[in-house]
């Protein structure tokens, strides 16, 4: 069974910085790209960062490129998300999401929820 | 960057009925395009890729098409387990791989 399953949200000041991680299981982790989807409270979906099946390709929303940094580490089948300079508009249930063999998303984990305030 | 205009941002129909939504692309993208079903407090759900190809599991009574850069997903009968907001997302080559901004589907 496939499994994603984030970790690392918080509450963190503007300007503070966060880790997310996502544990993935149940599939061959590197031969999947993989990418982080934010949900702002009451919001829609917004693509964050997606990066490659083996990480040599990332890419970024402009909303957060310069300050957040996509990587994985296939040995450990982990994806992760670098979060520096936070805003508040950067609060958000984070997702990580598998791509199927394409960048659109077949699983989805649950979700991490970062808070960015004072 | 190509935009993602989905339509309409709500709608209200009664429990049988055949219920459309269009996404829009501002420029072409092939058939690049996913669509995603989210319930209350739940998380996304894939139900369709390639603008047609209907997801593993998902009923039968779902189904996209394609006109040129204009996308529909249709469910034919709506069930009350339908209640949800989708969304529409592109995925072509070039990111960002953008959604659209989402349908709240209700029961009237």
């Known amino acids: 069974e496939v499994q994603v399953l984030e970790s690392g949200g918080g509450l963190v000041q503007p300007g503070g910085s966060l880790r997310l991680s996502c544990a993935a299981s149940?599939?061959?982790?590197?031969?999947?790209?993989m990418s982080w989807v934010r949900q702002a409270p009451g919001k829609g979906l917004e693509w964050v960062s997606g990066?490659?099946?083996?990480?040599?390709?990332?890419y970024y929303a402009d909303s957060v490129k310069g300050r957040f940094t996509i990587s994985r580490d296939n040995s450990k089948n982990t994806l992760y998300l670098q979060m520096n300079s936070l805003r508040a508009e950067d609060t958000a249930l984070y997702y990580c999401?598998?791509?199927?063999?394409?960048?659109?998303?077949?699983?989805w984990g649950q979700g991490t929820l970062v808070t960015v305030s004072s | 960057d190509i935009q993602m205009t989905q339509s309409p941002s709500s709608l209200s129909a009664s429990v049988g009925d055949r219920v459309t939504i269009t996404c829009r692309a501002s420029?072409?993208?092939?058939?690049?395009l996913a669509w995603y079903q989210q319930k209350p407090g739940k998380v996304p759900k894939l139900l369709i890729y390639?603008?047609?190809t209907l997801q593993s599991g998902v009923p039968s009574r779902f189904s996209g098409s394609e006109s040129g850069t204009d996308f529909t997903l249709t469910i034919s009968s709506l069930q009350p387990e339908d209640v949800a907001t989708y969304y529409c997302?592109?995925?072509?080559?070039?990111?960002?791989?953008?959604f659209g901004q989402g349908t709240k589907v209700e029961i009237k």
């Open positions: 990066i490659s099946d083996s990480g040599a390709s990332t």
């Open positions: 149940g599939f061959t982790f590197n031969i999947y790209g």
């Open positions: 390639a603008a047609s």
């Open positions: 420029q072409g993208i092939s058939n690049y």
């Open positions: 999401a598998k791509a199927g063999n394409a960048y659109y998303f077949d699983y």
């Open positions: 997302q592109k995925y072509n080559s070039a990111p960002p791989w953008t």
